[in-house]
């Protein structure tokens, strides 16, 4: 059977004005069994229809923080550092997603993006409006974790455990948690680090990076092949 394609939302540099991609991400799919497609920054309505139908789950990446706006706040930290182009492609592309019942997976801000998609909150600057004896930023190397994380519902039954090891890379997390969202995982500073959208064939995030981690870390590599496996399914439908 042909692989599942997998759309990748697109790295965007301001500064350059360019589109990039980070291979982690593509690795991680294809280590996982899927086919990853890097999608255009900038599409209609009629390309993402397009899109929608010929993928067959979406990979919503990291990256910059998710305007305050569209939480209905503004930047109270003067820590955020937005990317309007990602925010308007993925409003699209998310939106689509979700009417045709695609499976859907977010990494980091991936994980904050959906939130606020679905009427969440986030925090804005951790150090500063969350202050935690977990450092939520880490330096290199990025594969190797950094502190526990509580698991619970579907993701602890995949895993088959109740405690797991992450990697961790943000400053930003879900303060109020969009609708017909449920946390998978809790940082031991209350933190959501893990969520599931309920009424969805798959719709899920994770704060950490399993990207970075799936070439040592079986858990991270079976997160992904999790995920690649129900684009399976729906194709197989």
Same mark, same amino acid.
């Given at each position: 059977?042909?692989?599942?394609?997998?759309?990748?939302?697109?790295?965007?540099?301001?500064?350059?004005?360019?589109?990039?991609?980070?291979?982690?991400?593509?690795?991680g799919i294809k280590a996982a069994g899927g086919l990853p497609v890097v999608l255009p920054l900038e599409m209609s309505a009629a390309d993402a229809d397009q899109?929608?139908?010929?993928?067959?789950?979406?990979?919503?990446?990291?990256?910059?923080?998710?305007?305050?706006?569209?939480?209905?706040?503004?930047?109270?930290?003067?820590?955020?550092?937005?990317?309007?182009?990602?925010?308007?492609?993925?409003?699209?592309?998310?939106?689509?997603?979700?009417?045709?019942?695609?499976?859907?997976? &977010?990494?980091?801000?991936? %994980?904050?993006?959906?939130? $606020?998609? =679905?009427? @969440?909150? /986030?925090?804005?600057? *951790?150090?500063?409006?969350?202050?935690?004896?977990?450092?939520?930023?880490? &330096?290199?190397?990025?594969? %190797?974790?950094?502190?526990? $994380?509580? =698991?619970? @519902?579907? /993701?602890?039954?995949? *895993?088959?455990?109740?405690?797991?090891?992450?990697?961790?890379?943000?400053?930003?997390?879900?303060?109020?948690?969009?609708?017909?969202? $449920?946390?998978?995982?809790?940082?031991?500073?209350?933190?959501?680090?893990?969520?599931?959208?309920?009424?969805?064939?798959?719709?899920?995030?994770?704060?950490?990076?399993?990207?970075?981690?799936?070439?040592?870390?079986?858990?991270?590599?079976?997160?992904?092949?999790?995920?690649?496996?129900?684009?399976?399914?729906?194709?197989?439908?």
């Amino acid at each position: 059977m042909k692989k599942s394609i997998i759309g990748v939302t697109p790295l965007w540099d301001t500064e350059r004005q360019s589109v990039w991609m980070l291979p982690d991400y593509l690795d991680g799919i294809k280590a996982a069994g899927g086919l990853p497609v890097v999608l255009p920054l900038e599409m209609s309505a009629a390309d993402a229809d397009q899109i929608v139908d010929t993928c067959d789950g979406f990979l919503f990446t990291g990256g910059q923080d998710v305007m305050p706006a569209l939480y209905g706040s503004e930047d109270t930290t003067g820590t955020v550092f937005p990317s309007p182009e990602r925010d308007k492609l993925e409003t699209l592309l998310l939106s689509k997603a979700l009417q045709a019942d695609k499976a859907v997976f &977010g990494i980091c801000r991936g %994980l904050q993006f959906i939130n $606020v998609f =679905l009427g @969440g909150t /986030l925090w804005q600057d *951790l150090p500063s409006q969350h202050p935690s004896e977990i450092a939520h930023r880490q &330096g290199k190397p990025y594969d %190797l974790p950094t502190h526990q $994380v509580n =698991l619970s @519902g579907d /993701l602890k039954a995949l *895993l088959g455990k109740e405690i797991l090891n992450v990697n961790t890379l943000h400053h930003q997390a879900v303060k109020d948690i969009g609708s017909s969202l $449920v946390p998978m995982a809790i940082a031991p500073d209350g933190i959501i680090e893990a969520v599931r959208m309920v009424g969805k064939r798959f719709v899920w995030a994770v704060q950490w990076h399993p990207e970075y981690m799936f070439r040592t870390d079986s858990d991270s590599l079976a997160i992904l092949s999790c995920f690649v496996e129900h684009c399976i399914s729906f194709k197989k439908s």
